[in-house]
């Protein structure tokens, strides 16, 4: 059963472009929607981090969209960067302050960023 | 170097043996987790534990497969009786407290013949 289902699988942009990978989830309890970048083996490192509270947040050039009503959030990069090609994951956890944070990864896209 | 690191990085074993890998959390950090990574997909939560105490485990750690956290430091994965299935990146991360994000160890590439 697949909770976060990501798109697309993969995209190439060129420098300077914008890169958007979109994730839906199906879980109502998850509220903490976490971004993270892997490049080829290495393990995931995070990228960005958003809670249901608010619908953006931009940390220099990653920004995290959020739509509730929808169960989807987004990841928007900006001015994008052949270092930036790399596979990006979205995840969910739920509990909010519970005890652990699990999370359920989408299936990642690997971006490719063309110079 | 002060963050999640994983010993083997790579173990390549015949089917049927036992392995067993190595996480040393960030040294501060109460939580660590087990994750598994096939190629092309995102990384599948296994176990949990918060300090010595594991407090959750996947159905994917089946039977074969053993984790512990003793003293609630480092924490060994144990797989017995590999199969070819088994073939995955296996990643630990760590974490403090209940609200922050786990961070990523460099995970140990497991290929079973």
């Known amino acids: 059963q697949q909770q976060v289902k990501q798109s697309p699988q993969s995209l190439i942009v060129q420098k300077g472009g914008i890169s958007i990978i979109n994730c839906a989830y199906e879980?109502?309890?998850?509220?903490?929607f976490p971004w993270y970048q892997q490049f080829p083996g290495k393990g995931p490192a995070l990228l960005i981090a958003?809670?249901?509270?608010?619908s953006e947040k931009k940390e220099g050039r990653f920004t995290i969209s959020f739509n509730k009503s929808a169960k989807q959030f987004s990841l928007h990069i900006m001015d994008s960067q052949p270092g930036d090609s790399a596979t990006y994951f979205c995840?969910?956890?739920?509990?909010?302050?519970?005890?652990?944070?699990?999370?359920?990864f989408g299936g990642g896209t690997r971006v490719l960023v063309k110079p | 170097d002060t963050g999640v690191s994983q010993n083997p990085r790579h173990k390549i074993t015949k089917r049927g043996q036992n392995v067993t890998f190595r996480c040393d959390p960030i040294?501060?950090?109460?939580?660590l987790y087990w994750y598994r990574q096939t190629l092309g997909q995102g990384p599948e939560f296994l176990t949990y534990?918060?300090?010595?105490?594991?407090?959750?485990k996947s159905r994917l750690l089946s039977d074969r497969f053993s984790a512990e956290r003793p003293k609630g430091s480092f924490s060994t994965l144990e797989i017995q009786r590999t199969e070819q299935g088994d073939s995955a990146m296996y990643l630990c991360?760590?974490?403090?407290?209940?609200?922050?994000?786990?961070?990523f160890g460099p995970g140990t590439r497991l290929t079973v013949l």
């Open positions: 040294s501060e950090h109460n939580r």
């Open positions: 879980n109502t309890a998850f509220d903490y």
């Open positions: 958003i809670r249901p509270d608010v």
């Open positions: 534990f918060q300090n010595e105490a594991q407090l959750e």
């Open positions: 991360a760590s974490s403090w407290g209940r609200d922050n994000s786990p961070f």
């Open positions: 995840a969910a956890s739920k509990g909010y302050g519970a005890a652990g944070n699990k999370l359920t």
